[in-house]
């Protein structure tokens, strides 16, 4: 059973910072290719970065470019996803998501496996 948990959600003020974590268990994690997906209120959920399982490939989307990274720890179970220069329309509910394999989509249907989210508010 793979399961995904994600922290590191709060409230932080526009130009601010914040480190979100998943943390995997249930699968060999080197094998996933993980992603970070947001969903605001009345939108679409939506595809921000992702990292390959074999050769640290990301995508970025458009609307994070130069402000989010993402890194992932094998050992540790862990991929983290680093915000800066966060703004007000950054507001959502953040998700991590797994797939098998080194193909990097930025579908959501592409991702079988979900964590339950956290929340991320930036205030201005």
């Known amino acids: 059973q793979v399961q995904l948990v994600e922290s590191g959600g709060g409230l932080v003020q526009a130009g601010g910072s914040l480190r979100l974590s998943c943390t995997a268990s249930g699968y060999v994690f080197s094998m996933y290719t993980v992603g970070w997906f947001r969903q605001a209120p009345g939108k679409e959920r939506e595809c921000v970065k992702v990292?390959?399982?074999?050769?640290?490939?990301?995508y970025t989307a458009d609307s994070v470019k130069g402000r989010f990274t993402i890194s992932r720890d094998n050992a540790k179970r862990t991929v983290s996803l680093e915000m800066n220069s966060l703004k007000t329309e950054d507001t959502a509910v953040y998700y991590c998501?797994?797939?098998?394999?080194?193909?990097?989509?930025?579908?959501?249907?592409?991702?079988?496996?979900w964590g339950q989210g956290t929340q991320v508010t930036v205030s201005s």
């Open positions: 990292i390959s399982s074999s050769d640290g490939r990301t």
């Open positions: 998501a797994a797939r098998m394999g080194s193909v990097i989509y930025d579908r959501t249907t592409e991702y079988p496996y």
